[in-house]
């Protein structure tokens, strides 16, 4: 069998966390066995429905680099085979027309709630004769479902799990307007387009019943069902906006890589041994449906950082260069030419290091392209030039520009001499040499730095130097 997957997202937000989770997961699926992954948008809800969110998940699959097979389908292009559906089931004699009306049902719900039961619809319409039909009511189409009996999922993540067939209420196919609803369009739809698993978050469980009825009504071949639990806090609440359920692009803007970010989806919820890198080539590899645990995973933003920074040191600088650089376009207010794109790209090995986001990252860089100005704005730094700090720069400065070569052994040799003839330890001579190199006092090695600047640049930076 080869295996077929799909995303179904609702394009009535973004692109959330756990509906990324579960597009990443099918991805895997079918991309281990060498299947099929495809994306179908279910747009039926017209009202609900935007194309701002449409382009939302598509940015925010493209970005996490959750390519998916051919072009994507859009649920509401296939509502005359959802209503040939239907109008099958009407004629074998698995569905009928309900002319029930709102009213009636607002009443049945109160009163089974009262009667302390299931607000289910009470099968009125099953076996009655459409010549009862009250003028002027457009009928909804209901499955026809079985009253005796259970319903059986052998769920690939939860076990077997059995229904009683008189706790599903005969499902409304399609509404008084014509309009198929949500339930019925999903199983037409996995079927036509040969969805051999099907794997979604433990919410849509209860669905999975009532969609396996629909499908033994067709006669249709059902899918393997694969429910995974849901991703909470870590507080062991429901995922709110407070904890991190925010649109993927948010991630992204918030200077998260897509391999990161997918090596982190990946462990909520899922394990090989004690692995935590994992890399997109591997997860392909090990990924199974098996290893998906039953209890909901916890959102940890400090995992998620320290991860990226783990991405963010073994990603290509050039590439690193080329993703910060609006943000230090925008940030200075100048456009960065190729002459400072050059300077960065030397730079970011050190820079990297310490970074666990890009906006980190963009910022820490920002020394390269801009030297201090003085009164400096950070209190560490001004602190170190304060007293003989100024003075040490100034001299230390004077010894550079007799060097004959201007890289980092050589500067480094030039600021121990120099520590060891006044008996200083290293620090007190290179902090002071960092806060006026950067006006910070955190950065890569500051003989790197100096490398990077060049002779000119270091050297009118130093000679610059105010004490405060």
């Given amino acids: 069998m080869s295996v077929v997957t799909r995303f179904a997202p609702s394009p009535t937000g973004y692109l959330h966390i756990g509906g990324a989770r579960t597009a990443l997961f099918n991805w895997l699926f079918a991309r281990h066995h060498g299947g099929r992954y495809l994306l179908r948008i ?14 939302a998940i598509l940015d925010g699959l493209r970005w996490l680099e959750l390519d998916w097979d051919g072009p994507e389908i859009y649920q509401s292009a296939n509502q005359g085979r959802h209503a040939a559906v239907v109008a099958e089931l009407l004629e074998k004699g698995l569905a009928y027309r309900c002319y029930t009306t709102p009213e009636e049902l607002t009443e049945m719900r109160e009163k089974a709630r009262a009667e302390g039961r299931p607000p289910r619809y009470d099968g009125r319409w099953r076996d009655r004769d459409p010549s009862e039909a009250p003028a002027g009511v457009k009928p909804a189409i209901r499955l026809k479902a079985p009253q005796e009996g259970e319903t059986v999922i052998r769920d690939l993540v939860q076990g077997e799990v059995r229904i009683g067939n008189d706790q599903l209420d005969d499902m409304v196919l399609m509404r008084g307007d014509g309009t198929p609803t949500y339930m019925h369009s999903v199983v037409v739809d996995d079927h036509d387009m040969g969805i051999t698993h099907i794997v979604r978050g433990v919410d849509h469980l ?26 909470h806090g870590p507080d062991g609440a429901k995922l709110s906006k407070r904890h991190g359920a925010l649109g993927v692009e948010a991630y992204r803007d918030m200077g998260y890589l897509p391999e990161a970010m997918r090596n982190y989806l990946l462990r909520l919820g899922w394990s090989h041994g004690d692995e935590e890198i994992i890399s997109t080539e591997q997860a ?4 199974n449906l098996e290893a998906i645990g039953r209890s909901p995973a916890r959102f940890d933003f400090a995992k998620l950082e320290n991860l990226n920074g783990t991405y963010i040191r073994e990603a290509d600088d050039t590439r690193l260069v080329d993703l910060i650089l609006p943000r230090v376009s925008e940030t200075l207010g100048l456009e960065v030419d190729e002459d400072c794109r050059d300077i960065l790209i030397a730079g970011m090995n050190g820079l990297k290091q310490r970074a666990k986001t890009l906006l980190e990252l963009a910022d820490s860089a920002l020394f390269y392209l801009h030297p201090p100005t003085y009164p400096l704005t950070i209190e560490k730094a001004a602190k170190l030039l304060a007293g003989d700090g100024a003075t040490i720069v100034l001299d230390v400065a004077a010894k550079f520009s007799e060097l004959d070569q201007w890289e980092a052994g050589a500067l480094e040799e030039s600021v121990r001499t120099y520590a060891e003839s006044r008996e200083l330890g290293l620090g007190k001579v290179a902090q002071p040499l960092r806060a006026a190199l950067t006006g910070s006092n955190i950065s890569p090695g500051i003989f790197e730095i100096m490398e990077v600047l060049g002779r000119d640049e270091s050297l009118a930076r130093l000679n610059a130097v105010q004490s405060d």
């Fill in 284 to 287: 392909i590899e090990w990924f």
């Fill in 42 to 55: 279910e747009d039926t809800d017209r009202e609900r429905s935007t194309p701002e969110a449409i382009q």
């Fill in 206 to 231: 209860t669905n999975a019943a009532r969609q396996t009825v629909l499908y033994q009504a067709m006669g249709w071949e059902i899918p393997e069902f694969a429910h995974v639990p849901l991703i």
